[in-house]
């Protein structure tokens, strides 16, 4: 962040999200994966696949959270989406902007017909002209306090970038980040053990 400019970096919780959990769904469809079962043991064979392609299916959405990070940078002129991964940037005029909210943004999961939250913050919509939106949320970017707070006003004629001189550090979601890291480190040495012992 510089007096002229407000940068919001890709979060490292959502990478770290992404990539360990690409990590653990693509272990336990390895897991899963029994080469002595053959194509004539039809219902144990079919049942294997489906869990297989249902955890690659869950790896390839962690793929796709980790190929659309976001850094967000927005200055007294522009706002500019960079997809760094994608090698893909958006930028647009201030002008072009016609309306920008703010509201909740939630990730749960499910257990036991229960539902236990694991990431809870914000999340901003930018709404252009052209009918086209760009949703950014606290759990994908850094800075995301001093960005929404100036987003949510670049519609007004009086506004002017203001930087302020923190930056305000979340560490929610992270609890669950170490335990996913701690699991499928431990999963990989099983299977790293196990591969070493065939």
């Not at 970096?9 to 360990?20: A, C, E, H, R, T």
């Not at 004539?40 to 690659?56: E, T």
């Not at 007004?156 to 305000?168: A, P």
């Amino acid at each position: 962040m510089s007096n002229n400019k407000i940068i919001a970096n890709p979060s490292s919780l959502q990478i770290g999200f992404s990539i360990f959990g690409m990590l653990f769904f693509l272990s336990i469809g390895y897991l899963v994966y029994n080469p002595e079962l053959e194509p004539y043991q039809k219902a144990d064979y079919r049942a294997m696949w489906v869990i297989i392609s249902l955890f690659c299916f869950f790896a390839l959405g962690c793929l796709y959270m980790l190929l659309s990070s976001k850094k967000v940078e927005l200055t007294d002129e522009f706002l500019s989406v960079e997809y760094p991964l994608l090698f893909k940037t958006k930028k647009v005029s201030l002008d072009d902007i016609r309306k920008v909210s703010e509201g909740n943004y939630q990730i749960n999961s499910s257990h036991d017909s229960s539902r236990i939250e694991v990431y809870k913050g914000r999340q901003i919509t930018i709404e252009f002209f052209e009918l086209k939106k760009i949703t950014i949320t606290s759990f994908e970017v850094s800075n995301y306090e001093i960005l929404a707070q100036n987003l949510k006003n670049v519609t007004k004629s009086y506004f002017k970038l203001h930087t302020g001189n923190k930056n305000i550090k979340s560490f929610q979601g992270y609890g669950w980040l170490i335990f996913i890291i701690i699991l499928t480190v431990g999963l990989l040495i099983s299977l790293i053990q196990k591969n070493l012992g065939n």
